[in-house]
């Protein structure tokens, strides 16, 4: 007994974005290459939008710069703009990722909303 979708080609079964249609091998990757073009678009637009820390590494605490970096980091995948990012959080109160991750902890998500415990 066959099992449902054996032997068919898995790429026909990949929806187009939007379009509700199946795609093929080709059609994914012209999808992937487009979206790859956006993000890359987009990254370039927000590097120039950018501004420079106002502060340096050696201005800050390194465990709080290190935290700071990985936070980010869930924003994006370049390092030079997560550590971009933490200096100017840092530069506003140099335990900003102290306190951001002590309110994290001290709250719980309930219900779509936000309850402290």
Known sequence: MKKKNEGVNQAAW???????????????LKN????????AK??????E??????????????E????GIEIEKEHTDDLEIAKTIALQH???????YTKLKKMEQGFTKKEGQFFSI
């Not at 987009?42 to 590097?47: A, D, K, T």
């Not at 939008?49 to 390194?62: C, G």
């Not at 709080?64 to 935290?67: P, V």
């Not at 840092?90 to 900003?96: G, I, S």
């Open 64 to 67: 709080e710069l290190k935290m």
């Open 14 to 28: 990949y929806k187009l974005p939007g379009s509700g249609q199946d795609a093929n091998s080709d059609d994914m």
């Open 32 to 39: 992937l290459e487009k979206q790859r073009k956006k993000s």
């Open 42 to 47: 987009l990254r370039e637009i927000f590097c």
């Open 90 to 96: 840092l530069a506003e109160d140099p335990k900003y």
């Open 49 to 62: 939008q950018l501004k420079p820390a106002p502060i340096s590494e050696e201005d800050v605490d390194p």
